[in-house]
């Protein structure tokens, strides 16, 4: 008979959690049969229990209050969670010995578990304790290139300048376009070369993608390129700029490809509304590395529809989330890992959804902009830290 080790709880965590220093008790540990776990009972929570990160307030909140929650399939986040596990937040290794032994088991039994060890928190702005935020999602996309520039090949995607360090921020967007002499700085530092600045843009706004790259003595194969650098300038959303020159309806990336079609002379304008441009590292994408996800800021292999980017100030990396969306784009309840970041990704309720490599995902990437809630899941027997 299998045997699954769960905590006995000794209540719930109170007041301000954030600034505790000193290492809880261990947790009384007793031995329950996986076919027999008991249905974890609802925990008591008082209802300004509370814990303060930098830019987010945590309110603890019972079981109940997830929608959803016991509908999820959690088996499908259980690869998110092992793959946080690898580089996991201080507070959250402990729970990974049996994250690992859960792999296979039932939901029923991962749920009753974390509804024993873990305790749910709201995640709310620190202003004005609002709950409500904003979910949008990125994927990796996947372009055809070549090593070596060519008349349909002319765009290039660099590896960081060597005096990146030395000078912030550095060159932007047109300048690198325009000056010879940075043009200079950056001579021999091309990964490869894509067919359209477009899809250029788009793989330094995602922070990474899939080349189909085509080698000088024209073999083939598949690399990552990954997010390396970038030139520290402000970042501009080209599709704002378009919607602010009533050239487009919706920011969307289909209808900035179609305007693009319509108005090839006006692309660099566009492009240049930006001026920050992205750094790239080129990593080996081998059979086993193709079915996951790009390493996010954690540090770890990011899972289609099961990892998100957090502001790290209100969320810290590896946290199992509670996330709910209900929009016209898609509807989620579910279980996610905070595994990533990026510079857009700011605020206290703020998700970006990773999506996967596929038409479908950069569809979705494309138009999701819709309502969030989060609650994190934290372990009871340690406050944050």
């Not at 749920?111 to 004005?128: C, I, K, S």
């Not at 070596?148 to 005096?163: E, G, Q």
């Not at 330094?204 to 073999?219: A, V």
């Not at 081998?286 to 957090?310: C, K, M, N, W």
Request: hydrophobic fraction near 40%.
């Amino acid at each position: 008979m299998k045997w699954l080790v769960i905590g006995v709880t000794h209540g719930v965590i109170l007041g301000m959690l954030a600034a505790c220093t000193s290492a809880s008790a261990p947790t009384p540990q007793i031995e329950v049969p996986l076919a027999q776990t008991p249905p974890a009972p609802l925990p008591a929570v008082v209802p300004d229990a509370t814990v303060l990160q930098p830019r987010s307030r945590w309110s603890a909140v019972p079981w109940e209050q997830l929608p959803g929650w016991n509908e999820d399939p959690l088996h499908e986040a259980w690869n998110a969670w092992l793959q946080s596990c690898q580089r996991p937040n201080t507070a959250l290794a402990g729970s990974c010995p049996q994250v690992r032994r859960l792999s296979v088991g039932s939901d029923e039994e991962r749920r009753a578990w974390m509804m024993q060890q873990f305790q749910p928190y709201r995640v709310e702005a620190l202003a004005d304790g609002a709950a409500e935020g904003l979910l949008t999602a990125y994927f990796e996309p996947v372009f055809e290139a070549s090593r070596r520039p060519s008349a349909r090949f002319s765009v290039p995607l660099y590896r960081p300048p060597a005096d990146l360090a030395q000078r912030r921020p550095w060159y932007s967007r047109r300048e690198i376009d325009t000056q010879a002499s940075v043009q200079a700085l950056l001579r021999g530092r091309e990964i490869a070369f894509l067919a359209d600045p477009v899809d250029a843009l788009i793989l330094q706004i995602q922070g990474s993608g899939r080349l189909r790259i085509t080698e000088p003595e024209g073999t083939q194969h598949m690399v990552r390129v990954a997010y390396a650098g970038s030139n520290e300038q402000p970042y501009v959303s080209v599709g704002k700029w378009l919607l602010e020159q009533g050239a487009v309806r919706e920011a969307s990336w289909p209808s900035i490809k179609a305007w693009v079609a319509r108005n090839p002379g006006r692309v660099n304008e566009m492009l240049w509304s930006n001026p920050r441009t992205v750094f790239f590292r080129e990593e080996p994408l081998s059979e086993l590395d193709a079915g996951a996800g790009p390493r996010g800021a954690q540090g770890v292999a990011l899972t289609p529809g099961r990892s998100i980017a957090v502001d790290p100030l209100s969320i810290p990396y590896g946290t199992p989330v509670w996330l709910v969306s209900q929009g016209a784009a898609i509807q989620l309840r579910k279980l996610v890992l905070a595994q990533d970041t990026g510079s857009a990704i700011v605020g206290a309720v703020r998700a970006d959804y990773f999506a996967g490599w596929d038409a479908a995902a950069a569809e979705l990437a494309g138009r999701l902009k819709q309502s969030l809630q989060l609650w994190v899941l934290w372990p009871r027997q340690d406050g944050p830290r």
